[in-house]
């Protein structure tokens, strides 16, 4: 099945310890998305890509970076995670149209 | 900037008991409106797109409908396995791009 993949699911780091997640895609969607959630919060777009294109929300700490080196896979970087990182980290793919987002199961970052 | 408002924020249901969910919501150029499922600690499920007002789709026990200023999530003789968040957003286009603002959801909880 087509399918959005994240890894790991779960992921533990030391305050200010780099971390990195991934994110990859079966569904050859142009655009992929990531998004915070904190509990019983909205996600959150930090940026998206449209193919090569990255695009950056005004509002996402300069703390995360994102890279995109093919059509298939998309990393999420955070350079010092804080204890207010700790949230659910989503990925979501779409096409350009329509622009459904179809998201992964997740990873869930906790910040000692 | 977009806003989406979600009414209740949870909601308690026997099994069988048939109830709406509602999303209101204020965007710049509608491209779409999205009805998600999340359940705890994973990521959210695409149900449905509704594009213009007056549009109804349906899924088993779920019906969604749009008119300009809100959207209902009908839910007919739930399941205790429907029991889950359920998540609208607006696919709104501004000054050339486009951005999918999130409710932050009903907590449906269905009582066998």
């Known amino acids: 099945d087509a399918m959005v993949i994240q890894n790991p699911r779960y992921q533990v780091t030391q305050f200010g310890k780099p971390v990195t997640l991934s994110c990859s895609q079966t569904?050859?969607?142009?655009?992929m998305y990531w998004y915070q959630q904190k509990s019983s919060q909205a996600p959150k777009l930090l940026f998206h890509y449209y193919d090569k294109d990255f695009n950056n929300e005004a509002d996402t700490p300069d703390n995360f970076q994102s890279r995109r080196p093919n059509t298939s896979f998309c990393f999420l970087d955070i350079r010092s995670p804080g204890l207010g990182d700790a949230a659910m980290y989503l990925c979501?793919?779409?096409?350009?149209?329509?622009?459904?987002?179809?998201f992964g199961p997740g990873t869930r970052l906790l910040v000692l | 900037e977009d806003q989406v408002t979600q009414s209740p924020e949870a909601l308690r249901l026997q099994e069988g008991e048939s109830s709406s969910l509602n999303c209101s919501y204020t965007v710049s150029g509608l491209r779409g409106l999205f009805w998600y499922r999340q359940d705890p600690g994973k990521g959210p499920e695409f149900l449905f797109t509704?594009?213009?007002a007056g549009e109804e789709k349906e899924k088993e026990r779920l019906k969604a409908t749009l008119t300009k200023k809100e959207s209902f999530l009908h839910i007919t003789a739930p399941k205790p396995e429907d029991s889950a968040t359920y998540l609208c957003a607006v696919l709104g286009y501004n000054f050339g791009n486009e951005k999918l603002t999130f409710g932050t959801g009903t907590r449906l909880t269905i009582i066998p």
């Open positions: 979501a793919t779409s096409r350009a149209r329509p622009r459904t987002q179809y």
């Open positions: 569904l050859n969607h142009n655009v």
């Open positions: 509704l594009y213009s």
